[in-house]
Each structure stands twice: as C-alpha cells, then as structure tokens.
C-alpha cells in the first residue's frame, strides 16, 4: 500500500510539474506566437532606397498616427524579433512622433463588413495570457489606463530618447532637441474607441489625466457613443456620444474618425468646426474596400475646420487600405489621396502593430520616401505628407 500511495504522490508531482511547465509556456511563448501572425512582414524586401531618397529621409521631419503596440508584450526600448515598433526602430526609422494607440475590446469574427456589439472579446484573454494586472480583466477603462502605464513607465526608463507628448510645448521641446541633434521620439496616446469609458463621460477625465490626446470614437462594433463603419446598420451618434463630442472640441483633444460610422462622421462635421483625423485608412476610388469611406465623405471631413487649415487622413500601410503594401504600393494611395484631398490633408497612418501585414516596418520608411519620389511626389509634398500636415493639426488642437 506504501508503495501505491508513494506512486500516486510521484504521479500527482510530475502532473503538477508539467501544469506548471504548460501554464508557463502559454504565458511565455503563446502572446508571442499569437503576434508573430498576427503582426507580420510580407515578404518582397529589401526594398530599394537611392542615396538621393536616403538623404531627403534624413531631413524629414516625420510623423505616424497610428501603432498598437502597446498592445502587445514586448519591451519598447529593445529591438524585437516580431512586430513593427520599438524605439530603436523608430530611431532607425527617423520617426519624430508616433502616436500609440490603446486597443481594448475586439469583437470575435473581426471583419470589415458587420460586427456585433455583444461577440465574444479577444483582449480579454490576450490581456489574461500576458499577465496584464488583474483589473484589466474585466475593465475596458483600466486596460487603456494601463497601456497608458506602459508608455509612462518605458519613457521614463527611455534616457531622453522617449519623450510623451501631452500639450504643443511638449511637442515643441521634442522638436528642438531633434533640431540639436538629440536623438528622441515624440509618443502621443491614443484611444481606439470611446468605450474604453465604459459608458461614464466623466471617465474622459481620468483617460486625459493618464496622457491620452486624441480619442476614437467607435472601433470594429457600435458602442455607447455611436456606430462603428463596421457595425450594424450605419449608426449615427448617441446623446452620449453628442455630448463626448462637445467636450472633445471643447477640451483641444484630437477627434479621430477611423472606423466610425457614415453617420456618425456626417454628425461630427454638423456639430464641430474643428480639424478632424481619420488616422490610418485608404482612399475608396483608389482601393475598392468597406474599410474605406466614400470619396465624397472624405472630401467633407478634410474640409472641416478649414479656418485651421482642415483636417488630415493618414493612409495606412497594409493591402486591406491601399490594395498593395509595398513601398511602391503604399506611395500610390498616397498619391491618389493627394490628388483627391489636396497635398494639405495627407500624411501617414501605418496601423503598425494593428493585426495587420505590412510592407516594411518602422525602420524600413527610408524604403518609403524613395517610392515617394518614384511616384512623383515632390520634395515639398513629400515633407507634407511625412509629417508637416500631421503637426499642423497637432498644433491646432492640443492643449
């Protein structure tokens, strides 16, 4: 009998031993396997960059509305094996801001056509799978709040080289120290979707106090405040979302409207006179997708706010947006934006590190501004759409 119970005891340690070894697997090497297909390269590079194109890069002043990588569990300061920004690679790259983007509900089945509000979530488990804190579990709030956390913490850690961006004498500060030579990034917040407020506008306060700057109203499903360009039915706006509105105009915060309904973009244009941002789309006339507005509606949203010099559109970097995520494929939507928008309202959304394939990463854009020039861009549309047109409306709006 001593010897069956000292069986059953062995059995039961290395059981034990093995559910130890798999929960640590899952935990270590599962989100990372997760984002290696999710967040991915297509293959075609190296991509070509002429000493002429290198050269203008280098004197570029460049700007990125949009990256989610705060998202995922990989530290910001180090190089990664996966995905498509850190910071060394935003240095590589010349980025002087990048705005990071606080994903925190994803409907299960995402897709462009229709999403319904009620699906099962996917940060959820991923928040749970990398360990995030407890109270991000259940809370869309805490999970923005705490991606907030993230930047704070590697900016800090960053010695100089991350520098968060919360009002236009930040932005100033990281310019001028680029202008001597110092290396750093400019990192402003981001919001995808408004409810990450979990239906209280008061929480608007605690995103804002936690650095976040521009705010997305809707993502891939309808919510509180409004309808999403992939949800049901072409939502307009809630009394909720009328009133987040109003204080997102009235605050010198940044409206962005990727991924909110026809709708809903028709009632902000009524109801503001502000510059607005569709940070990272395509141009509908140039690739035939849902997830592009119409041409006409993105006439009308580049046109709002015009006595600031109107709105912008960032033109993502992956094939869903443009139809081809090459450089070369990249430059061509570019260059249809510029000729339906006006070289004024163009600049860049890549989407990095969104779940999305793309052509080149942060340290590839060098690859970009050559396909820019291949395209016929020239030298002062180029520096537009880098990032000039990007610091005018983060000029016109942020506190």
């Keep these: 009998m001593g010897r069956i119970v000292r069986g059953l005891l062995v059995l039961v340690l ?17 989100p990372g396997m997760v984002e290696r297909g999710r967040n991915a390269i297509a293959p075609g590079g190296p991509w070509p960059v002429s000493d002429e194109a290198a ?12 990256a989610d990588t705060l998202l995922w569990n990989r530290d910001l300061l180090e190089r990664g094996g996966r995905g498509h920004v850190d910071l060394p690679r935003l240095i590589e790259g010349n980025v002087a801001v990048q705005v990071f983007t606080a994903v925190t509900r994803s409907p299960a089945g995402q897709n462009y056509e229709e999403n319904q509000a009620d699906a099962f979530d996917n940060i959820t488990p991923l928040a749970m799978g990398q360990l995030w804190p407890p109270r991000t579990w259940g809370s869309l709030l805490e999970r923005a709040l705490y991606q907030a956390g993230r930047l704070e913490r590697a900016a800090r850690a960053s010695e100089g080289r ?16 680029r202008e001597r030579g110092e290396t750093v990034v400019g990192g402003l917040l981001g919001i995808e979707g408004a409810h990450a407020l979990e239906g209280d506008l008061a929480n608007l306060d605690r995103l804002t106090e936690a650095g976040y700057r ?6 891939f499903f309808d919510n509180e405040v409004g309808g999403s360009l992939h949800g049901q039915g072409n939502r307009g706006l809630t009394d909720m979302g009328r009133a987040l509105v109003a204080e997102i105009a009235r605050r010198g915060l940044i409206l962005d409207l990727a991924h909110a309904s026809p709708a ?17 789309t395509g141009i509908r006339s140039h690739c035939d997708t849902p997830r592009n507005f119409p041409d006409d509606l993105m006439r009308r949203i580049v046109g709002n706010g015009a006595a600031a010099g109107g709105g912008v559109v960032g033109i993502g970097f992956w094939a869903d947006v443009t139809c081809d995520a090459s450089p070369a ?11 339906l928008l006006g070289e004024d309202h163009v600049s860049l959304g890549s989407d990095w590190d969104g779940s999305v394939t793309v052509g080149f990463d ?14 016929g861009l020239t030298e002062a549309q180029i520096r537009k759409v880098a990032g000039e047109n990007m610091l005018r409306v983060l000029r016109t709006r942020l506190p």
């Design 14 to 30: 290395v059981l034990a031993a093995l559910a130890v070894v798999a929960a640590t697997a899952v935990v270590t090497i599962g």
């Design 55 to 66: 050269a203008l890069h280098d004197s570029l002043v460049i700007g990125d509305w949009h």
């Design 162 to 177: 991350l520098a968060i961006i919360r009002d236009e004498a930040d932005l100033d500060a990281v310019l001028a120290a």
């Design 214 to 219: 521009l705010v997305g109203l809707t993502h």
């Design 264 to 280: 809903v973009a028709r009632e902000v244009i009524a109801r503001t006179d502000i510059p607005l941002v569709v940070s990272h």
């Design 329 to 339: 494929g990249v430059a061509s939507a570019i260059r249809a934006a510029i000729d």
């Design 362 to 375: 942060a340290a590839g854009l060098p690859a970009l501004t050559h396909a820019m020039r291949e395209a």
